[in-house]
């Protein structure tokens, strides 16, 4: 009975003072109908198809826009690899490496009304294998997923600001 008291308080609270998640200002500043285009990789398409997945799902999950054809955007996305890497983290006591951190650049173009503004966003993500063995595919893919949202999550960030200094506050 207290939590559920606390939690409502909690919401009352949070309401009153006008409260708006991230996502609020990032879908005012970027519309509610998206186009996003990611380029294929040719050295490692694999990895353009999983930011694409990333890519949708971030738009109808965190935006909460729709994914329409280019002709109906308010928004185009174009997004861009800049890199993928994996760096060492930690090594057991015969010096082989037992985790790793992935990093996620990604190069992001946002174009509205003819105007376009391009952000640079990176995401990291931490795993561990096991000792004296390689990356299998199935964590690489995972951890660049990952590594991926978190680079999107600092788009959402960043495009969230830029709604609310724009004074697009409602």
């Given at each position: 009975m207290k939590h559920a008291l606390l939690g409502i308080l909690l919401g009352f609270i949070l309401i009153g003072c006008g409260y708006k998640p991230t996502s609020y200002y990032a879908k005012s500043a970027l519309g509610s109908r998206i186009y996003a285009e990611v380029a294929i990789s040719r050295q490692d398409p694999q990895n353009s198809v999983i930011i694409k997945d990333s890519v949708n799902e971030a738009?109808?999950?965190?935006f909460g826009a729709r994914l329409v054809p280019k002709e109906e955007a308010e928004t185009i996305l174009n997004v861009k690899i800049a890199s993928v890497g994996f760096a060492p983290l930690v090594y057991d006591k015969y010096g082989y490496v037992i985790a790793y951190k992935t990093i996620v650049q990604l190069d992001i173009t946002a174009t509205q009304q003819g105007k376009s503004e391009q952000l640079k966003t990176s995401g990291e993500y931490d795993f561990s294998i096991e000792s004296n063995s390689v990356i299998s595919d199935s964590k690489r893919f995972e951890a660049i997923?990952?590594?991926?949202d978190s680079a999107l999550d600092e788009f959402v960030s960043k495009v969230a600001i830029k709604g609310l200094y724009r004074g697009n506050n409602h």
């Amino acid at each position: 009975m207290k939590h559920a008291l606390l939690g409502i308080l909690l919401g009352f609270i949070l309401i009153g003072c006008g409260y708006k998640p991230t996502s609020y200002y990032a879908k005012s500043a970027l519309g509610s109908r998206i186009y996003a285009e990611v380029a294929i990789s040719r050295q490692d398409p694999q990895n353009s198809v999983i930011i694409k997945d990333s890519v949708n799902e971030a738009i109808v999950g965190r935006f909460g826009a729709r994914l329409v054809p280019k002709e109906e955007a308010e928004t185009i996305l174009n997004v861009k690899i800049a890199s993928v890497g994996f760096a060492p983290l930690v090594y057991d006591k015969y010096g082989y490496v037992i985790a790793y951190k992935t990093i996620v650049q990604l190069d992001i173009t946002a174009t509205q009304q003819g105007k376009s503004e391009q952000l640079k966003t990176s995401g990291e993500y931490d795993f561990s294998i096991e000792s004296n063995s390689v990356i299998s595919d199935s964590k690489r893919f995972e951890a660049i997923r990952y590594a991926a949202d978190s680079a999107l999550d600092e788009f959402v960030s960043k495009v969230a600001i830029k709604g609310l200094y724009r004074g697009n506050n409602h």
